[in-house]
């Protein structure tokens, strides 16, 4: 059975606070994703990755970076979290144009 | 660039009554399409997608949807919905990103809830 998992389910931080979201994805897919999912606004990409140590920027990628060290594992950081960073974050995977993606549970994080 | 509407924000069926999700999509080429579903606290599931060829495409869970070029639409239907149908549920537009993988463009979701 395919999976993606996201290190936590639930996190809180204090603003300022450098985050680190982890992905890891068992399918040896080539591309992963990060999104952002707001009420209303449905999920924007932040950032993807097509292969190890490449990333592109998505749709929302200020205050955000990301790190792409192994083909499995795909790290979103904020570097200083912000109140308006409050979100559920959404990792996926997905092996090329033809394929659909596979999304992890989420990480619901709370910045106060 | 691409965009996906879903105009119904939240519908209420009945258990039992046939269920249609309405998704209206903008892209310049044939497009690949999904809809996937979210249950409270989890993460997306796909339950069906449109790539090319029979323009009627069977899913999971006994859904469908039907891909109309002349309307720009990708609607999801399924005949009787049960009470655990009750979810959120996303049409996503599918265009190309660098490397080779789908940018998915997501519509903004509906809510649907199920009447016992």
């Known amino acids: 059975d395919v999976k993606v998992t996201q290190s936590s389910r639930y996190l809180v931080k204090r603003t300022g606070e450098k985050v680190f979201l982890e992905c890891v994805q068992d399918?040896?897919?080539?591309?992963m994703f990060w999104y952002r999912q707001d009420p209303g606004l449905g999920l924007r990409l932040i950032y993807f990755s097509y292969d190890v140590k490449m990333k592109e920027k998505g749709d929302i990628p200020e205050g955000y970076s990301v790190s792409r060290e192994k083909k499995e594992r795909f790290s979103l950081i904020l570097e200083s979290a912000s109140t308006n960073q409050t979100s559920m974050y959404l990792c996926?995977?997905?092996?090329?144009?033809?394929?659909?993606?596979?999304f992890g549970p989420g990480t619901r994080l709370t910045v106060t | 660039a691409q965009s996906v509407t879903q105009p119904d924000i939240h519908i209420t069926v009945s258990e039992g009554a046939s269920l249609e999700l309405r998704c209206n999509y903008s892209?310049?080429?044939?497009?690949?399409l999904f809809w996937y579903v979210q249950s409270p606290g989890q993460g997306l599931q796909l339950l069906l997608k449109?790539?090319?060829?029979?323009?009627l495409v069977q899913g999971i869970k006994g859904f469908e949807a039907e891909f109309k070029r002349s309307q720009s639409s990708f609607n999801l239907r399924k005949p009787s919905v049960h009470w655990s149908d009750a979810a959120e549920y996303f049409c996503?537009?599918?265009?190309?990103?660098?490397?080779?993988?789908?940018?998915?463009?997501f519509g903004t979701g509906t809510q649907l809830k199920v009447e016992l």
């Open positions: 996926a995977s997905d092996a090329g144009r033809r394929h659909e993606q596979y």
């Open positions: 399918m040896d897919h080539e591309n």
């Open positions: 449109y790539f090319s060829g029979d323009t």
């Open positions: 996503a537009v599918g265009g190309w990103l660098t490397g080779g993988g789908n940018k998915l463009t």
């Open positions: 892209y310049g080429a044939t497009p690949y």
